[in-house]
């Protein structure tokens, strides 16, 4: 059974960080990619970030740029996102995914989801 579990949301003021983790299991997690999505209320859902784990190369949406890392551990199966310099606009429930040939922005391209963490940045 394919698993993706989030964790490491919470309550944060603007300027503090978060680390979030996207733990995996049921699928050769070196085969995949994994991108990190947000959705607001009343938003959509938008790509955040995604790291082809094989080869390591990492893609960021413009927003974020300068602000998160996205990176891997094979050893654990995990995909992680530190989040800096976090502002009020970053508040949303955060969902990684995983899908062998994915369009980093584009949802429908992923094939599994976790079910999300939320993020909360108190201005």
């Known amino acids: 059974e394919v698993q993706l579990v989030e964790s490491g949301g919470g309550l944060v003021q603007a300027g503090g960080s978060l680390r979030l983790s996207c733990a995996t299991s049921?699928?050769?997690?070196?085969?995949?990619?994994i991108g990190w999505f947000r959705q607001a209320p009343g938003n959509e859902r938008e790509g955040v970030s995604c790291?082809?784990?094989?080869?390591?190369?990492?893609d960021y949406a413009d927003f974020v740029k300068g602000r998160f890392t996205i990176s891997s551990d094979s050893a654990k199966n995990t995909v992680y996102l530190q989040m800096n310099s976090l502002k009020p606009e970053d508040t949303a429930v955060y969902f990684c995914?995983?899908?062998?040939?994915?369009?980093?922005?584009?949802?429908?391209?992923?094939?599994?989801w976790g079910r999300g963490t939320q993020v909360t940045v108190s201005s």
């Open positions: 790291i082809y784990v094989s080869v390591g190369s990492t």
């Open positions: 049921g699928f050769t997690f070196d085969d995949y990619a």
């Open positions: 995914a995983a899908g062998m040939y994915i369009d980093c922005s584009d949802y429908e391209s992923y094939d599994y």
